[in-house]
């Protein structure tokens, strides 16, 4: 699993108010730089208002060396770095008789033989029982700490909750090297230079919708941006779909290794997989999707507006992002950046660019950048239409939270007559988008 897209929709998955977060993404993007982490710490300093204390598993230098800085600096309250089996020395510690309980059974599963997930790469259940311990250590400590201070009030200056979630004050990147992208989606992964002022970065608004499980808001899901073009019915995900459901629209469905694992770890009880990868799938005959993604970014009562700035879309947006599930696919599954024809705004988007770096997984890029073109304009609510004219009755009207004067912008996706659903229908699992 990848840091990203799971990092641009921190809040579906973790609610507005999490304590403490983790990043244990080293197994997908093991030997690189630091750089894709430093962008899920911005983001979760963005989207997450309690600026939550961050646990990395993972005891890569330049990943370590990025936390320190970022601590140093303020940007972040606190972070550990706890490592897995590789900080242990196995010939001191496997040469002890008798070895120490929690080293016994070392290379023991805690589920049954014959159940799925016991890979050489997972971390057994003592192994899981160390890290359990690492992390424990440290919060020990945080409370001697909390003890010390509490007897001693009159030494310690503390930080009320209002400093403790105020937004920091970013610089520029501290990665040497950061993925090449367009710049639209450097600024949204990283911030955005403040007005032309010196090494001063913001980090702008970011809105996400995903069926991904587990959720927080089922209310935020892909089905509540779709205008139209949806196979209708409330069929359950663990039903397989038939090529008759991709002909009525856009399908929502996982893929079968999905499907077929889920139901090997439900005969073991679960296995503790709360996750599932639903997204909309779509073949040629699916036809056009049609959504409309809600303007949720800062109020605009701060300035005046003319007509042609009420109407660009990039007076309000800056920047889309879609992105597939991360899964194994055949080689000739849609590719998201060629196989796809995509309108946003009124205007097709002539080239769509992978998003390098962040998103990868098993050697693909799962996202890619489809941008806000110049002449794009916003709709509102009132007057948006399914590709078929209709106006959107009152009900339909619900599920996007809005008005009719809410703004938004209007976007049509259809598959290439290349696609086959036998090589793999082309997905969307996350639909991003930057507003200011």
Same mark, same amino acid.
């Given at each position: 699993?990848?840091?990203?897209?799971?990092?641009?929709?921190?809040?579906?998955?973790?609610?507005?108010?999490?304590?403490?977060?983790?990043?244990?993404?080293s197994m997908n993007e093991q030997g690189k730089d630091a750089s894709v982490l430093e962008a899920f710490v911005r983001q979760a300093t963005q989207q997450l208002p309690q600026r939550p204390m961050l646990i990395m598993i993972d005891t890569n230098a330049n990943r370590m060396?990025?936390?320190?800085?970022?601590?140093?600096?303020?940007?972040?309250?606190?972070?550990?770095?706890?490592? /897995?089996?590789?900080?242990?020395?196995?010939?001191?510690?496997?040469?002890?008789?008798?070895?120490?309980?929690?080293?016994?059974?070392?290379?023991?599963?805690?589920?049954?033989?014959?159940?799925?997930?016991?890979?050489?790469?997972h971390p057994k259940k003592q192994e899981h029982a160390l890290i359990g311990w690492l992390i424990a250590m440290h919060f020990v400590e945080a409370i001697e700490q909390a003890i010390v201070i509490q007897e001693n009030p009159k030494q310690h200056t503390l930080m009320d909750?209002?400093?403790?979630?105020?937004?920091?004050?970013? /610089?520029?990147?501290?990665?040497?090297?950061?993925?090449?992208?367009?710049?639209?989606?450097?600024?949204?992964?990283?911030?955005?230079?403040?007005?032309?002022?010196?090494?001063?970065?913001? &980090?702008?608004?970011?809105?996400?919708?995903?069926?991904?499980?587990?959720?927080?808001?089922?209310?935020?899901?892909?089905?509540? #941006?779709?205008?139209?073009?949806?196979?209708?019915?409330?069929?359950?995900? &663990?039903?397989?779909?038939?090529?008759?459901?991709?002909?009525?629209?856009?399908?929502?469905?996982?893929?079968?290794?999905?499907?077929?694992?889920?139901?090997?770890?439900?005969?073991?009880?679960?296995?503790?997989?709360?996750?599932?990868?639903?997204?909309?799938?779509?073949?040629?005959?699916?036809?056009?999707?049609?959504?409309?993604?809600?303007?949720?970014?800062?109020?605009?009562?701060?300035?005046?507006?003319?007509?042609?700035?009420?109407?660009?879309?990039?007076?309000?947006?800056?920047?889309?992002?879609?992105?597939?599930?991360?899964?194994?696919?055949?080689?000739?599954?849609?590719?998201?950046?060629?196989?796809?024809?995509?309108?946003?705004?009124?205007?097709? #988007?002539?080239?769509?660019?992978?998003?390098?770096?962040?998103?990868?997984?098993?050697?693909?890029?799962?996202?890619?950048?489809?941008?806000?073109?110049?002449?794009?304009?916003?709709?509102?609510?009132?007057?948006?239409?399914?590709?078929?004219?209709?106006?959107?009755?009152?009900?339909?009207?619900?599920?996007?939270?809005?008005?009719?004067?809410?703004?938004?912008?209007?976007?049509?996706?259809?598959? /290439?007559?290349?696609?086959?659903?036998?090589?793999?229908?082309?997905?969307?699992?996350?639909?991003?988008?930057?507003?200011?």
């Open positions: 699993i990848p840091s990203f897209p799971y990092g641009f929709c921190l809040e579906h998955f973790l609610g507005r108010d999490p304590d403490v977060i983790s990043w244990d993404y060396k990025l936390l320190e800085q970022y601590t140093d600096k303020g940007w972040l309250h606190d972070a550990i770095a706890v490592g /897995k089996k590789e900080i242990i020395d196995e010939k001191k510690v496997f040469a002890m008789s008798p070895l120490p309980p929690g080293f016994q059974d070392w290379d023991e599963f805690g589920a049954p033989p014959n159940c799925p997930g016991r890979g050489s790469w909750s209002r400093q403790l979630s105020q937004l920091p004050s970013f /610089k520029a990147p501290l990665s040497p090297r950061l993925p090449q992208n367009d710049p639209e989606v450097t600024e949204l992964l990283f911030g955005h230079n403040q007005d032309g002022v010196e090494n001063e970065y913001i &980090m702008k608004e970011l809105s996400c919708r995903t069926s991904f499980l587990p959720a927080t808001d089922h209310s935020k899901t892909i089905p509540s #941006i779709v205008v139209s073009g949806m196979a209708e019915g409330d069929l359950d995900i &663990m039903v397989d779909r038939t090529d008759d459901h991709y002909k009525e629209g856009w399908v929502l469905d996982v893929s079968k290794v999905e499907r077929d694992t889920k139901r090997k770890v439900e005969k073991c009880g679960g296995l503790g997989y709360i996750d599932m990868k639903i997204a909309l799938y779509g073949i040629p005959d699916s036809g056009k999707l049609r959504l409309w993604l809600p303007f949720e970014g800062p109020s605009h009562d701060h300035h005046e507006h003319g007509q042609s700035a009420d109407r660009n879309a990039k007076h309000w947006f800056d920047d889309l992002i879609i992105c597939e599930a991360n899964e194994k696919r055949d080689a000739e599954a849609c590719k998201l950046d060629q196989d796809m024809d995509i309108v946003v705004g009124g205007v097709p #988007i002539p080239s769509i660019h992978p998003v390098e770096g962040a998103g990868e997984y098993l050697k693909r890029t799962t996202c890619v950048n489809v941008g806000v073109p110049k002449d794009a304009v916003v709709t509102t609510l009132g007057n948006v239409r399914t590709t078929e004219g209709r106006p959107l009755s009152a009900e339909d009207k619900k599920k996007f939270g809005g008005d009719d004067g809410s703004l938004g912008l209007v976007v049509d996706i259809a598959a /290439k007559s290349k696609v086959t659903r036998s090589h793999g229908a082309c997905c969307l699992s996350h639909i991003v988008w930057e507003q200011h």
